[in-house]
């Protein structure tokens, strides 16, 4: 089986551009969370997501934003980019909202903002 | 508000020998769970074990073994006998109950393994 899927896995950008990250989760799971890893730091939780809609949302900023499609996929949207925004987005899979399972986290895409 | 403070940030140790991971945390939740998480040099954060916070047996897995303890709430990790495949960052993580589970991390420690 398919694990969690992220694309891309490397990004290059300029500051001020926008850009979208894409995750697919493991078959049969609806609740996708985003998370962001600033180098030498813990993730910090960005977004969720379960049946489509948004269940949780971290401190961030309006530039970021996400939605869930009907698949369960889901894409993470940054506009406006930073510096700052520069780190390791991680999504992660679980079967629901309140999973007390582990989550299913991918490898991540990996933002540079120049 | 919830935190994992995991007060070491690196940990270099000679293969074979034991290493403790530790991890404090803090929530108001009566109900919570738990996390250890791996993360190789690929990034990829890869799930090592959860408790809940009306579980408070020890658990052991091969070479690891965890000591969860609500009265000084704390969920220390230890790895016996350790490999060098065992180097990696190591994070421990917090999740609430019902409609607040999020999961918040700790820094993590670096642990290196040498031969």
């Known amino acids: 089986d398919a694990g969690v899927t992220q694309s891309p896995t490397h990004l290059i950008k300029t500051r001020g551009q926008q850009v979208t990250l894409r995750c697919s989760p493991i078959s049969g799971h609806k609740s996708v969370s985003w998370y962001q890893q600033v180098l030498g730091q813990g993730p910090q939780f960005i977004f969720q997501y379960y049946e489509k809609e948004e269940r949780g949302r971290g401190n961030f900023p309006d530039r970021f934003s996400a939605r869930q499609f009907p698949n369960y996929s889901s894409e993470l949207n940054v506009n406006a980019l930073l510096l700052g925004d520069s780190a390791l987005y991680l999504c992660a899979s679980s079967l629901r909202q309140g999973s007390g399972n582990g989550y299913t986290f991918g490898s991540g895409t990996r933002l540079t903002v120049v | 508000a919830q935190k994992v403070t995991q007060a070491q940030t690196e940990i270099s140790v000679v293969e074979k020998e034991d290493v403790t991971l530790d991890c404090v945390y803090e929530?108001?939740?009566?109900?919570?769970?738990l996390f250890w998480y791996k993360q190789p040099p690929s990034g990829e954060l890869v799930f090592l074990i959860r408790?809940?916070?009306?579980?408070?047996q020890n658990e052991i897995s091969g070479r690891y073994s965890w000591n969860f303890q609500k009265s000084t709430s704390s969920f220390n990790f230890t790895i016996t006998a350790s490999q060098v495949v065992d180097s990696a960052v190591y994070f421990c993580?917090?999740?609430?109950?019902?409609?607040?589970?999020?999961?918040?991390f700790g820094k993590g420690i670096t642990l290196s393994v040498r031969p």
């Open positions: 929530t108001r939740d009566t109900t919570y769970y």
């Open positions: 408790r809940n916070s009306f579980d408070e």
């Open positions: 993580a917090l999740r609430g109950s019902g409609a607040n589970s999020k999961l918040t």
